[in-house]
């Protein structure tokens, strides 16, 4: 178990899925009570971490929503009185040709990514620094740091996040908060394996293997389980001097 993490509370959006599901088993193993956050349903999430010894609420929120997000801090605080961690997973990232992001799509994948970690974050700083700890985890992307096309809403959204972590390190260091960020690569979950293979791949799996072969230093594709001991390091006591931070954990994709 990790240093720190015992009866804290965190909450978790995106975990009904993927990267953010996997955080929340994680965070439950190392003693934590989780809020799983998510516009999908997170009934298997809250079993998990149930499962864990933890307990678990899921909280329907559309984290681009400042109503969405001000009902869930409500519920989460009724639920727990307090909140320890935050993690903000909740992401899309739709690959668009460049002349078809229209304004309404570049608002959406921003208002979701880079507006959604800003408000989730803000409705839980205020309590933090009542009690003088807090913990928030931000969700980049190695895509930040490579050649890629079509994501144009998606890399600024997600570049915007290493921004808004190392501007918010500098406001909560003194408080006893630290914000940092993970930087995954292509990562197999729900939302990366849903959408059609690329021009050139039969498969998904064809695609996944390709970018581990080429562009990763170690060549097996990565899954949700090789980013969780990132979360649980930079969540517990061990991990108090580093703020500000992106953790790159993509298999040696990127060197920042
Ligand atoms: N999978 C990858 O290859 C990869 C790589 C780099 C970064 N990331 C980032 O990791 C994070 C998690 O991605 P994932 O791969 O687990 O995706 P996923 O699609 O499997 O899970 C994302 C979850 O976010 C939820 N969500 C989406 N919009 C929401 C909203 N408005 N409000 C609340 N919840 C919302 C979805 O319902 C889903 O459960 C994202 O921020 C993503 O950008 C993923």
């Not at 933890?54 to 009724?78: F, H, L, P, T």
Request: one cysteine or more; hydrophobic letters at 45%; proline letters at 4%.
């Amino acid at each position: 178990m990790a240093k720190g993490h015992k009866d804290k509370v965190a909450v978790i959006t995106g975990a009904a899925n993927g990267i953010g599901q996997a955080f929340a088993k994680r965070l439950a193993e190392d003693g934590v009570d989780v809020a799983v956050v998510d516009i999908a349903d997170g009934s298997a999430t809250v079993k998990l971490v149930q499962a864990a010894g933890r307990q678990a609420i899921y909280i329907k929120c559309d984290v681009s929503s400042e109503e969405s997000v001000a009902a869930m801090a409500k519920q989460v605080n009724a639920k727990f009185s307090h909140v320890d961690i935050v993690a903000n997973c909740a992401g899309i990232f739709p690959q668009i040709p460049l002349e078809k992001v229209t304004y309404a799509e570049w608002r959406r994948i921003i208002g979701t990514n880079l507006d959604g970690t800003f408000l989730v974050s803000m409705a839980f700083v205020p309590g933090m620094k009542a009690r003088g700890w807090g913990r928030i985890v931000n969700l980049s992307s190695s895509t930040v740091g490579s050649v890629v096309t079509g994501f144009v809403p998606y890399v600024t959204s997600k570049l915007g996040i290493v921004g808004f972590t190392r501007a918010l390190a500098s406001e909560l260091g003194p408080f006893g908060i630290t914000v940092n960020a993970i930087q995954p690569g292509l990562t197999v979950t729900p939302g990366a394996t849903s959408r059609p293979p690329r021009a050139g791949f039969a498969t998904m799996d064809d695609e996944f293997a390709d970018v581990a072969n080429r562009f990763q230093a170690i060549k097996r594709v990565e899954t949700p389980a090789d980013l969780v001991g990132a979360v649980s390091f930079l969540t517990g006591d061990d991990a108090a001097f580093i703020t500000g931070q992106t953790l790159n954990v993509d298999g040696g994709r990127v060197r920042t």
